[in-house]
């Protein structure tokens, strides 16, 4: 009989200590007044092409710098019309977004480099900036 009370009280024992020991994730912070940080805007970087297969050519942008945002810039339209009013053809632009200039350096150059060693397409830089 006197182990029933004594695992009884070891059990409300832990209860308690975990209790106010907290955890992360279970609301804690919330209740103890401790707001979660808000998102923070961040610069994007972009790069956008479009391939044109009658002229074997894919157009480039330059890197594009954004003002700091929480949402992803959007370029492929803007770039299309782009396309269409410079060079008169009707590519479909993607565009690539980086969290770094160094990022988006490096993708526009991989991308360059896959057009012209696997597809064998020419390159043309417009330097367009959006």
Request: aromatic share 10%; glycine share 6%.
């Given at each position: 009989m006197r182990?029933?009370?004594?695992?009884?009280?070891?059990?409300?024992?832990?209860?308690?200590?975990?209790?106010?020991?907290?955890?992360m994730g279970?609301?804690?912070?919330?209740?103890?007044?401790?707001?979660?940080?808000?998102?923070?805007?961040?610069?994007?970087?972009?790069?956008?092409?479009?391939?044109?297969?009658?002229?074997?050519?894919?157009?480039?942008?330059?890197?594009?710098?954004?003002?700091?945002?929480?949402?992803?810039?959007?370029?492929?339209?803007?770039?299309?019309?782009?396309?269409?009013?410079?060079?008169?053809?009707?590519?479909?632009?993607?565009?690539?977004?980086?969290?770094?200039?160094?990022?988006?350096?490096?993708?526009?150059?991989?991308?360059?480099?896959?057009?012209?060693?696997?597809?064998?397409?020419?390159?043309?830089?417009?330097?367009?900036?959006?």
């Open positions: 182990k029933l009370p004594l695992a009884i009280f070891g059990s409300a024992l832990l209860c308690a200590s975990q209790a106010l020991a907290g955890s279970n609301g804690a912070a919330q209740r103890n007044g401790i707001a979660p940080a808000p998102p923070v805007a961040k610069a994007h970087y972009s790069v956008c092409w479009g391939q044109w297969p009658r002229t074997s050519t894919a157009y480039f942008s330059a890197v594009i710098t954004s003002a700091p945002s929480l949402k992803n810039p959007s370029f492929e339209a803007a770039f299309r019309s782009y396309l269409h009013n410079t060079f008169a053809i009707g590519a479909a632009p993607q565009c690539f977004i980086a969290l770094s200039m160094d990022d988006a350096v490096a993708a526009k150059k991989k991308q360059e480099a896959s057009f012209v060693d696997l597809q064998k397409l020419k390159i043309v830089e417009t330097n367009w900036t959006g």
